[in-house]
């Protein structure tokens, strides 16, 4: 079982080996929400399925409701408010069935964008109680260059399954519980936005620049190296720790913008022996636009 990473190399192991397994690709831009599937029909690794971030891994978006969250109307409440608000679990247990997915399949997720977007779907595997769930380390650049095979073929439609949905492997957390413990020891927020947006200076997404305070930065892209794959487990922890400074990394919740960019600082702690942590999947698109809360411009915390 794989439950972080799994090499380029490990994965051809797997599929030659005929373990009942399931790969999905989740290569997505944001600012250009139509390249993702084109990135996909264009080549993707043999037999993945195409998981979107906006239609599949996220809740519809319809009018806002109450302390900010996003309720779409014909689909029941999401399990998040922000950009990209989670699906219930129900919804999501129905779509994972419709593409085929079972409770004893192998999960190996990729992208082409630094395990930005397909970390999405790793964590939503484990909130849903899967622990065989994997990220391609270097994602579909890493297989390529590995010798890996890819196609730009129409993938066959799989059967219906019936995936159920277990006790959540990972912990969420909603505004509520991170206002409430606001810049308490007990709570530890690590931004993984860019720099520049986490001290304010642009925000080409949310109306609101800034920061939550108390939030310390990290941007997600530190967590890999020059080749694309993520550092060594012993070089994580040791960043980790000093960015933390003494706090418990059992405090620490992560967030971003929508809950996406995030994920890869979760899954590097959890790489480095220091997690399982919590996410913020409504992030500053959440807090931001909720009536009420501090927001902060400027240097770290």
Known sequence: ???????????????????????????????KPDAGPQLYRAAHIPGAVYANIDTDLSAKHGAPGAHGVVVAQDDGPPASGGRHPLPSRERFAAWLSSVGFANGMQAVVYDRNGANYCGRLWWMLKWMGHEAVAVLDGGLQAWQAAGGEVTSREEPTHFQSNFVAGAPLLKLVDTRTVAARLEQPDQTLIDARAAARYRGEVEPLDPIAGHIPGALNRPFTENLGPDGKFKPAAQLRTEFEDLLAGRDPATVVHQCGSGVSAVPNLLAMQIAGLGPTALYAGSWSEWSNTPGLPTRQGAQA
């Open 1 to 31: 079982m794989y439950t972080t990473l799994i090499s380029a190399e490990q994965l051809k192991t797997l599929l030659a080996s005929g373990t009942a397994s399931m790969l999905f690709d989740c290569s997505f831009e944001l600012m």
